[in-house]
């Protein structure tokens, strides 16, 4: 079937009564070019919709569009809703761009759609869906954005026009309304026309478009006496009485469409307009439509209707021969009814589409197929379900059919209904997967393919209804017999939605009970990664200590041979770091879980061990090896469509590694944007709790209290609690949120409860939660001999973890607490563990803490270097507050800031790359002082801003220094 929008099918007209219309269409066809009555402008893009019921004009509207805009030299797009085709998923869009990527050959396709092509190809009708990946339909709708970018730049200027939008498929309503406000920055118009009170319930935002947009639909008005009265004297004559003419008007309501079929059909029954002839006028507006136009349908004989009906049931740019094929009815027969419903105005011919055939307008086509008998048109369907897949038109235009028809048992129904499901799987769109998943299982399908089936029915609804993919799984469970891979992708599946709804108890009993049950090896160690996952991820384990040892023996006997064990090694790691093992142990675990591979986008198992793996990395001071990871797991995610949850918390973690490094302006936007993603993307949770946390702890960093607290007002942060852990921990960062607006005692009170929480699983690491240093802070003016213990607590953790910068953090903190020349030996220690980190920020703080201190006991000039120190960086880390600070501690010390003493930059200066490669080949710091004539506390230093630019400490320099770019000379 011919693919193109329907056409303006009766001969072009004047526009009558449309001056509004076409005056806001001229207007915003002139605000597309750069210069307007030979004065530059900047091109501006627009919106223009016009609403009403059918025949009123809508139609005609987009014609006059159409000729205007060529006649300018505008690239004109269009395409069309589709009466009984809403359930054909991207119909729309690709009606609307196919044409221009059909002019393309292979080669120019791929690389004009470049990296996008794998994700929008079958969306957009380029390639069937056999792939074995699933985009998720954010990741098509910002495909499409693209695509629709690059054309209308490409060229522009553009006008776009869809007609019928009442009609339009679900995907192509989304995609349409998430895609229109970028008009406004782009050389494009986009012209719609829709029914208002036909919109499906769906559609409210393409009902609030306009609106959004700051501008307004154009309600089309029925034509005036005036109106009418043209177009009927137009075919009678100038001769036709008033009367008359007002007589057609009341007849027709005013409506284009039926005023222009009456006229034509007065003029050539040789009618004059005379009052005399109002009977017969009458007469003939009643075969127009509704009644009368089926009895003049039927008047035109048996193979006629028969031929009408098929066309009716197939819908938009009927060919001739399918249409007969579906009518059973020859080829000559099959001619002579095509002759007969063009005479009497029923079809036409489709402009552009060979063969094709449309009917006159779509009000005319709906009238037939509402006449034509049930039963009738079951078998209709079903002719065309068949005729369609023996034409070569695909499972999904045949499955749209099978909709239409009674539940019979067929085997073939199914198959093709599966067929299409898969085939809108790959598209992006499973809620047509979804719809036609469930006629199959409705069918039914033989009895051993129902689990398979119920898999693939959960699959689809699993991002829009979790809830119902729980449900589809738990009867698939139920089934006999199921085969043990299959019943291990179901397992895992039923695990992550009830993960996804918040009951990470029950989707760790699952994976516990299926590892008890089944008797595969591999499955069962699969199942065991699987239980260890979600019960890690439970804030309410009953016995973390018992499942933390049980996978310390199980990793202990594995090798790292496959998926499943390097599944484990990774889950081990990432238990050595909560629990705060000493991080050579954690980081051992994580290399050897990366030998094989651990896949972002395995669709059977998840990506949070993964992540979790790259964050081992960041805890342990290699956030540069943790960035690497995370930029290729969201490549891969990217690469397949995979643009919803998992960039958002790709995007989000990606920022918490910044805001690590103390790239805090870097880090808040690509936060900002992670949420940005987590907000749009139905069920992203988890992705929003992340998000939140990380950004707030960013904004905090920065100084940016009352922004910090409007992100937690607006998330509700801080008043709810998930049932899943979440890092940082959210408790942690609300009473951080409770320090810096001043209310310790609400934050102290928090704290304990996280302390306990975390003592209870024996989760003692300061570098994945600080909670003991906060509290410290908390406690330090109301208990400071409390807060001291607490901060003292916090040293010994970290050392025993080992990471540097988790030790100069808490140091820090206990050197605030404590207070008085007796801190000033813990400032300097502090200071100097943190110059072996790649934390920035944490540095930063300490230098200007130890400077503050110095200063108040009167060491001026050692002050003044450790403020300016800390000055400087906090600068270049965008933390505003304590920059401010530091400029008020100089001032105070009767010093003034000095200039920036050196850019930022991630780039290693010469002697930083000698220093750093001196100290791999294990050159001592005097030796190396002396080759670059400097002192040792000057190669110390420059070592500093190496670990700071690279993202490591001394131990994963030797390997950070082999991929880190050189200087270009």
Partial sequence: ???????????????????????????????????????????????????????????ALLAQARSRALAQGVTVLSSCGGRNEQELAFRVVRRLLQPSLAAMDGGELRAFLDSWYDVVAVALGLEAGSGPHAPDPSGVREGLDWVMTRLAVRKAPMVLLLDDLHWADVESLDWLTSFAPRVADLPLLIVLAHRPDDLPPGAEPLRDLPGSLGTRPYALEPLTSEGVARIVRDEVGDEAEDEFCEECRQVTGGSPFEAVELAIRLGAHNLRGTRHELRAMRDLAAAVKGRGLIERLLALGTSTVRFAYAAAVLGESVSQELAATIAVVGGEAAAEATERLRAARILAEDDGSGDGLAFVHPLIATTIYRSIPPALRVGLHNGAAEAIRAAGFGPAAAARHLLEVPCEGRTEAVACLREAAREYMRAGAPEAARRLLARALQEPPLPEQRAELLHELASSTFLIKPTATVAHLREALAEPGIDPELRASIVYRLAQALAHIDQVAEAAAVAADEARRTTHPRIRLRMQADHFVWSSYRTDEPDPVARSRRLARLAAKVTGRGLEERYILGLRAWEAVVCGEPRQTALEYAERALRGGLSWTDENRGFEVPVAVAMVFLYADRPRRAEELFSRGMAECEAKGWRGSHLALGQTLAGYIRYRRGSLAEAENLVR??????????????????????L???????????????VADQHRYGRLVPNAVIYPD??????????????????????????????????????????????????????????????????????????ASAIGQAVHTLAEVTGGRASLDLYAEAVGLLEQSPAAYELARALVGHGAALSRTGQVQEAADRLYRGLEGAVHCGAEALAMRARDELAAAGLRPLPLRYAQTDTLTAPEREAAELTVRGVPTAVIAGKLRLTEQGVRRLLSSVYRKIGTDASGLAAALESFPRQRP
Avoid at 7 to 23: A, C, I
Avoid at 24 to 37: F, G, I, N
Avoid at 696 to 710: F, P, V
């Fill in 696 to 710: 707030i702890q960013t904004l905090l960093a920065r100084g940016r209290t009352a922004a910090a607290r409007q």
């Fill in 730 to 803: 959210p408790r942690t960062v609300y009473a951080e949120l409770l320090l810096a607006e001043g209310r310790a005692d609400e934050a102290a009170v928090l704290l304990l409860a996280v302390g306990e929480w975390l003592d209870g699983r024996e989760w003692r690491n300061p570098a994945w939660c600080a909670w003991q240093s906060g509290l410290a802070s908390a406690l330090a003016r109301t208990a400071p001999d409390r807060a001291v213990r607490h901060a003292q607590d916090a040293v010994k953790r970290a050392r025993d973890f080992g990471a």
């Fill in 673 to 694: 944007e992670g949420l940005r993603i987590a907000d749009r993307v139905e069920g992203a949770v988890p992705a929003q709790w992340f998000a939140v946390g990380i």
């Fill in 1 to 59: 079937m011919a693919i193109e929008r329907r056409q303006h099918v009766t001969e072009p007209r004047p526009l009558l009564e449309r001056r509004r219309e076409l005056h806001a269409l001229d207007e915003a066809l002139a605000a597309l070019r750069d210069t307007r009555d030979g004065v530059p402008q900047a091109p501006r893009g627009g919106l223009l919709v016009f609403t009403g019921p059918g025949g009123i004009g809508k139609t």
